[in-house]
């Protein structure tokens, strides 16, 4: 069974940066396509970005240009590189498989305040 551990979330103000990890175990998840979601107090899980197998990558509107997603093979893991930070990312980010959704994990905690 394939799990999947976010870790790197925080406290920043606005306009910084944090840097997600997505590390997954039990199965080789390199050739799926990944996700980060990520769910706001009282709303909705949604997709915030998405990277094939082959590397290509797709964006959320309220985060392109700011948001990049990235996978080390070698060391079976997924990244999200977050800056420009705004209040509204304030969320729980979640990683996951695209296609063929994973049981969800505890997720890491991003909060964007002053």
């Known amino acids: 069974q394939v799990q999947f551990v976010e870790s790197g979330g925080g406290l920043v103000q606005p306009g910084g940066s944090l840097r997600l990890s997505c590390a997954a175990s039990?199965?080789?998840?390199?050739?799926?396509?990944m996700g980060w979601y990520r769910q706001a107090p009282g709303k909705q899980r949604e997709l915030v970005a998405r990277i094939s197998s082959g590397g290509s990558t797709n964006y959320a509107d309220s985060v392109k240009g700011r948001f990049t997603i990235s996978r080390d093979v070698d060391e079976n893991t997924v990244y999200l590189q977050m800056n420009n930070l705004k209040p509204e990312d304030t969320a729980v980010y979640y990683c996951?498989?695209?296609?063929?959704?994973?049981?969800w994990g505890q997720g890491t905690e991003v909060i964007v305040s002053s």
């Open positions: 996951n498989r695209y296609y063929l959704t994973n049981s």
């Open positions: 039990g199965s080789i998840e390199s050739i799926y396509a």
